[in-house]
């Protein structure tokens, strides 16, 4: 087939829905497609699939600042692109932020796919210009929603009945991602990934039961990756402990690879919002015996327990015994690894990429061209 | 002061006239998409019972019994040659016979020992999914199109025209567990 997707935001900074489109576009070539990212740009080194849209800028919009392209330049650009393309689905990604997709739905004559992102069900830009949008959002032929709380917004502002397909993980990246000795302890390595200063990332609960575990253990060593104030977070350590932990701050991919990848077992403390879970499937897949809180999106993926194990969620003392479990019991991580090694494979963006085909040719299915 | 007055009465109806036309447009083009999910759901449906015949066809000599291969012969015929009217009453019949055939991924892994079984398989699941999300992409634009049709402007203009009544389409599609890919 042949796909065009849109990418609102500059692919020039970092963020969720960039590297899902990257991610989704490479998935995508190799189950071979004819792919086209059309993306506001001004970088000279793009990957060979990219068309750049031209120079992004930052707008207030939806309570943050997003890195956008629009005006009459643009405009016409996306028309060049989207007449060129001969595409046979256009696949828009954010259509509703103000931005190259709204511009690409205008002008697309082929069926078009949408998948939304944003989950807040309290969007007030969502709400405020839900009237002004509906008549270009009825262009879409098929909505995709990447979590259930995204769907929720989606459903609260606009209506409709959205797909739900996750965010994909390219597993491979982190089965193949080697350990670095020097992260290891002697007797055990834990690992922790979110923002130190984010309540809901639970590093308060994960110090606490570190300071308990470690006591005994002077070998355990725990690696911190995530970006945050670390003179506060070390506070939250006693002093016998604190030589043990390493703060890796906000690290690039490779090195949250490298760190999971380095960990016996991988702790997820976060007490709630997260809508998918998807730091467990990366824990899981670079071979990390996962111990994470029962919150709902991590009962899922842990598939009740089968997959890695479960604490009560904000229970100190509940996750520093199963997590001194855990490091006491070679035989129950490697037969817990064994199922999630196996089960990581529907998370694969190989998988994720087929459900997404699956929606180009519901849509595609020998139509003409649509107005 | 008339001729301001008399410039402003026709821009203001051309204004009207454009947001009435710029209406009318956007049904039109909703129907337009209707009628092409409708074509959508209904080839996916067709290959869905397609790919049951197929299944029986190759695996009703073989890993498949005799009265799980009557069921669903019968059941993909009734479907087939449904009109308008038991459409929806025969495809989820459909649907049920095949949760029935096929309750567990023991079933389907015996029927899939066959390799060309097994591809079977496979396109029928691929058919059940694209089922399910046909008539869920369908339905959603029948929903927004009769929410625009509800509108004052059209109703008393019917700027709908003729078009017919726009009806969402209700049936059970509901795959055998097994053959979900998640």
């Known amino acids: 087939m042949r796909i065009g997707i849109v990418c609102p935001y500059s692919l020039d900074v970092p963020g969720g829905v960039q590297n899902h489109v990257k991610d989704l576009a490479e998935a995508l070539i190799s189950r071979g497609h004819h792919v086209s990212v059309l993306a506001p740009s001004e970088e000279t080194d793009l990957p060979p699939y990219v068309v750049p849209a031209g120079r992004a800028v930052p707008v207030p919009y939806n309570g943050s600042v997003a890195r956008v392209s629009f005006g009459p330049v643009v405009a016409s650009r996306v028309r060049r692109w989207v007449r060129d393309g001969r595409f046979d689905v256009v696949h828009l990604h954010e259509p509703a932020s103000p931005s190259l997709s709204l511009i690409a739905l205008w002008a697309a004559e082929c069926p078009v796919v949408a998948t939304f992102h944003t989950s807040n069900v309290r969007s007030r830009a969502m709400s405020a210009s839900a009237s002004i949008l509906r008549p270009s959002l009825e262009k879409i032929s098929a909505r995709i929603a990447v979590s259930e709380y995204a769907r929720d917004t989606l459903v609260n502002h606009i209506g409709g009945e959205p797909v739900v397909i996750p965010n994909g993980v390219y597993v491979d990246r982190y089965t193949s991602a080697s350990a670095r000795p020097e992260w290891q302890g002697e007797s055990g390595t834990v690992c922790f990934v979110g923002r130190l200063d984010e309540p809901r990332k639970g590093f308060a609960l994960m110090a606490a039961a570190f300071n308990e575990v470690a006591a005994g253990r002077p070998g355990l060593r725990l690696l911190v990756v995530g970006g945050g104030d670390v003179d506060a977070a070390r506070q939250r350590l006693t002093p016998a402990v604190r030589d043990q932990v390493q703060f890796l701050g906000r690290a690039s991919d490779e090195d949250k690879a490298t760190a999971l990848r380095s960990a016996d077992v991988y702790v997820a403390p976060n007490t709630g919002g997260e809508s998918f879970g998807i730091v467990l499937v990366e824990g899981m897949a670079a071979g990390a015996t996962v111990l994470a809180s029962d919150i709902p999106a991590f009962r899922r993926v842990l598939a009740d327990g089968e997959l890695g194990v479960l604490f009560r969620s904000e229970q100190v003392p509940s996750l520093a015994a199963e997590l001194a479990a855990l490091l006491d019991d070679p035989a129950r991580r490697s037969a817990l690894d064994a199922a999630a090694a196996g089960a990581v494979r529907r998370y694969d963006w190989s998988a994720v990429a087929a459900q997404v085909e699956q929606v180009y040719e519901t849509v595609a299915v020998d139509t003409g061209r649509v107005s | ?182």
């Open chain 2, 1 to 182: 002061m008339s001729t301001f007055l008399t410039v402003l009465a026709v821009v203001l109806a051309v204004l009207v006239g454009l947001w009435l036309w710029w209406t009318a447009h956007r049904l039109d083009r909703m129907h337009h998409r209707i009628e092409l999910a409708r074509t959508s759901l209904d080839v996916q449906l067709q290959r869905r019972s397609g790919a049951v015949l197929e299944l029986v066809a190759l695996a009703g000599s073989g890993n498949l019994d005799r009265a799980s291969a009557l069921l669903l012969h019968e059941a993909a015929h009734e479907a087939r040659a449904a009109d308008h009217a038991t459409m929806e009453s025969a495809e989820s019949n459909l649907s049920e016979v095949l949760r029935a055939v096929l309750p567990d991924a023991e079933d389907v892994a015996f029927l899939r020992e066959d390799p060309d079984v097994s591809r079977v398989v496979d396109d029928l699941a691929g058919d059940c999914r694209k089922v399910e999300l046909a008539r869920r992409f369908h339905n959603d634009v029948v929903v927004s199109a009769r929410a625009l049709r509800s509108r004052r402007r059209v109703r008393w203009l019917r700027l709908a025209g003729h078009a017919a009544e726009l009806a969402t389409v209700d049936l059970d599609d509901e795959p055998p567990a097994a053959l979900r890919a998640d």
